[in-house]
Each structure stands twice: as structure tokens, then as C-alpha cells.
């Protein structure tokens, strides 16, 4: 568990299955325009539970970690941050997020973010985080820009979402630590 002020991070595991779904259902219009192009069969609890099984396959191999952003008041899950495809011959990895829409601009994103950068350049001594944003998503690029990450370019054609290939902004972020 990684602790924040407002919010802690945690590894999934199988007692949050009913709740993962119970998320992805709330937001699943709410995250239409960003995300993968998705099934009903994504929807599934059988589906969440082959995920989370992933995840921790995933984590013990050391390559992605992804947690879910539970509130400190009421444990409620409010959303998901991850650091994907990790390499570490690279020492790099790519961070992905998502909160739910009613959480939206209260920052707890910004705080997440905080955290999971923390843990992967003080915990885990990565070098480089980068991200991919579509270009109309102001708010999650500029998220990013707050906490320091550069735009290296624009990845075209670079994610199936809603039926059609989407560009998105290329970003990085440089472990100070390695300057």
C-alpha cells in the first residue's frame, strides 16, 4: 500500500472484484472516448477476475504494478493507476490512469500521480516514465505537464478507440536522480 494524504494506492486482489466492476460499469460511458475499444465481454466478472489474477502475474514478474485508488475516509475505489510494460534494461516504464467521473477535479489524480511517481523513481529507481494522451484530453495532458512531463511528439494512429485508430501526444518524465 502507498500512502497519500487524501487517498492510498493498494494491488488489486480478489475480494475487489465486485467493486472493479461496479466501477467500470459506473464509468464505462465516462471512459467511451479514451479508452481501448471494448466488448461487453470486458464487462464481465469472470473477465475482472482473469485481470486481477494478471495483475498480480504481472506484478510478481516485475513487469507492470497497477493499483487502485481508494479514498482514506471510506476505502471507496475511485480509480486505477498503473505502471505498464515495464523495461528494465531501459529502466523504463509507461504510467496509465483513470479516475472515476464523479472524483474528477478535486485532485486526487494529481496526488495519485505524485505517489506512483515516487514509487517508481525512489522504490523502483526507474529512469523514465512516459504516457500517451489523446490531444483532446486538455485535462490528462495537463496533469501530466504539472508534474513535470515533456511532450516528445505525437503517436499517430496509435490507439484503436470507439471503432478508429487515435492519435496521442507522446510524453516523458526523466528521474531527476539520473540527471
Same mark, same amino acid.
Not at 131 to 151: D, I, Y
Given at each position: 500500500?502507498?500512502?497519500?494524504?487524501?487517498?492510498?494506492?493498494?494491488?488489486?486482489?480478489?475480494?475487489?472484484?465486485?467493486? =472493479?466492476?461496479?466501477?467500470?460499469?459506473?464509468?464505462? &460511458?465516462?471512459?467511451?472516448?479514451?479508452?481501448?475499444?471494448?466488448?461487453?465481454?470486458?464487462?464481465?466478472?469472470?473477465?475482472?477476475?482473469?485481470? =486481477?489474477?494478471?495483475?498480480?502475474?504481472?506484478?510478481?514478474?516485475?513487469?507492470?504494478?497497477?493499483?487502485?485508488?481508494?479514498?482514506?475516509?471510506?476505502?471507496?475505489?475511485?480509480?486505477?493507476?498503473? &505502471?505498464?510494460?515495464?523495461?528494465?534494461?531501459?529502466?523504463?516504464?509507461?504510467?496509465?490512469?483513470?479516475?472515476?467521473?464523479?472524483?474528477?477535479?478535486?485532485?486526487?489524480?494529481?496526488?495519485?500521480?505524485?505517489?506512483?511517481?515516487?514509487?517508481?523513481?525512489?522504490?523502483?529507481?526507474?529512469?523514465?516514465?512516459?504516457?500517451?494522451?489523446?490531444?483532446?484530453?486538455?485535462?490528462?495532458?495537463?496533469?501530466?505537464?504539472?508534474?513535470?512531463?515533456?511532450?516528445?511528439? &505525437?503517436?499517430?494512429?496509435?490507439?484503436? =478507440?470507439?471503432?478508429?485508430?487515435?492519435?496521442?501526444?507522446?510524453?516523458?518524465?526523466?528521474?531527476?536522480?539520473?540527471?
Amino acid at each position: 500500500m502507498i500512502q497519500g494524504e487524501r487517498i492510498y494506492l493498494r494491488a488489486f486482489n480478489q475480494h475487489d472484484d465486485q467493486r =472493479i466492476l461496479q466501477y467500470e460499469l459506473k464509468n464505462r &460511458l465516462f471512459f467511451k472516448p479514451y479508452v481501448f475499444t471494448r466488448s461487453d465481454q470486458y464487462y464481465t466478472l469472470a473477465n475482472i477476475r482473469k485481470y =486481477i489474477q494478471s495483475y498480480a502475474q504481472q506484478a510478481q514478474n516485475k513487469e507492470s504494478y497497477r493499483y487502485g485508488i481508494f479514498l482514506n475516509a471510506n476505502h471507496q475505489l475511485i480509480g486505477t493507476i498503473a &505502471l505498464n510494460d515495464i523495461l528494465w534494461p531501459l529502466r523504463c516504464a509507461y504510467i496509465g490512469y483513470a479516475l472515476d467521473e464523479d472524483h474528477n477535479k478535486k485532485g486526487y489524480m494529481s496526488e495519485a500521480l505524485k505517489l506512483m511517481i515516487h514509487e517508481a523513481f525512489i522504490t523502483l529507481n526507474l529512469h523514465r516514465l512516459e504516457a500517451g494522451v489523446m490531444p483532446s484530453n486538455t485535462a490528462s495532458w495537463q496533469l501530466l505537464e504539472k508534474h513535470g512531463f515533456e511532450r516528445e511528439g &505525437l503517436m499517430r494512429k496509435n490507439v484503436h =478507440i470507439n471503432g478508429q485508430w487515435e492519435d496521442h501526444y507522446h510524453y516523458a518524465l526523466i528521474n531527476p536522480n539520473d540527471q
